[in-house]
């Protein structure tokens, strides 16, 4: 049992570059959630889904774009990307009938 | 607009020396209060989830208490090996989630 997952762990991207990161849970949780945090910031909701096929808006999505094809997967975006996006993303995933997240170990993004 | 603030932002302990780590909240409905633990370079790992006013958790040396306004993280005795950031979010009934920019914990032997 894994738990949740991410890919890559670290990445360099250069301004207009784009890429996808992956993340996978194996404990058939409906809900899945892509975090940005920030130095001094709380951890900032980009978007979430709460099943296969469906996905929202969080506090911070423009500039992304996610999907979610299978349930124990939850992809996101980043068609053109920006200093600005420079980041540690975390996913995080729960049951719907459970309040509480469990997340991943990280992806630090650079965009230069 | 939900809201919630953390403090101190860094606190430094000798080890055994007891102390707190509050956390303010305001929220339209409070479905829950979670406390997390991030190690550097790590994701959040989960603690505690409180539900309602008066409720209490503990685990080892972490005591996480609730009211209607706040919630308390008491270490007791803390030893190095508690030095961490200890996070606190909130989900409201319209089911947003917010987090604190978290307490950044040293714990000195």
């Known amino acids: 049992n894994a738990g949740v997952t991410q890919t890559p762990k670290f990445r360099v991207l250069k301004t207009g570059q784009s890429m996808t990161l992956l993340c996978a849970q194996d404990?058939?949780?409906?809900?899945m959630y892509w975090y940005r945090q920030d130095p001094g910031m709380g951890l900032r909701l980009i978007h979430y889904?709460?099943?296969?096929?469906?996905?929202a808006k969080g506090e911070v999505p423009d500039g992304y774009n996610v999907s979610r094809l299978k349930k124990q997967n939850f992809l996101l975006g980043l068609e053109s990307a920006a200093p600005s996006q420079t980041s540690v993303y975390f996913c995080?995933?729960?049951?719907?009938?459970?309040?509480?997240?469990?997340f991943g170990p990280g992806t630090r993004l650079l965009v230069l | 607009e939900d809201q919630v603030t953390q403090s101190p932002e860094a606190l430094r302990l000798q080890e055994g020396e007891s102390s707190s780590l509050n956390c303010s909240y305001t929220?339209?409905?409070?479905?829950?209060l979670f406390w997390y633990r991030q190690d550097p370079g790590k994701g959040p790992e989960f603690l505690f989830t409180?539900?309602?006013a008066g409720e209490e958790k503990e685990k080892e040396r972490l005591k996480a208490t609730l009211t209607k306004k706040e919630s308390f993280l008491h270490i007791t005795a803390p030893k190095p090996e508690d030095s961490a950031t200890y996070l606190c979010?909130?989900?409201?009934?319209?089911?947003?989630?917010?987090f604190g920019a978290g307490t950044r914990l040293t714990v000195k032997p």
């Open positions: 995080a995933s729960r049951l719907l009938s459970r309040e509480t997240q469990y």
């Open positions: 404990m058939n949780h409906e809900y």
């Open positions: 889904s709460v099943g296969e096929g469906t996905t």
């Open positions: 929220v339209s409905g409070l479905r829950g």
């Open positions: 409180l539900y309602s």
């Open positions: 979010a909130v989900r409201s009934l319209n089911n947003d989630m917010r």
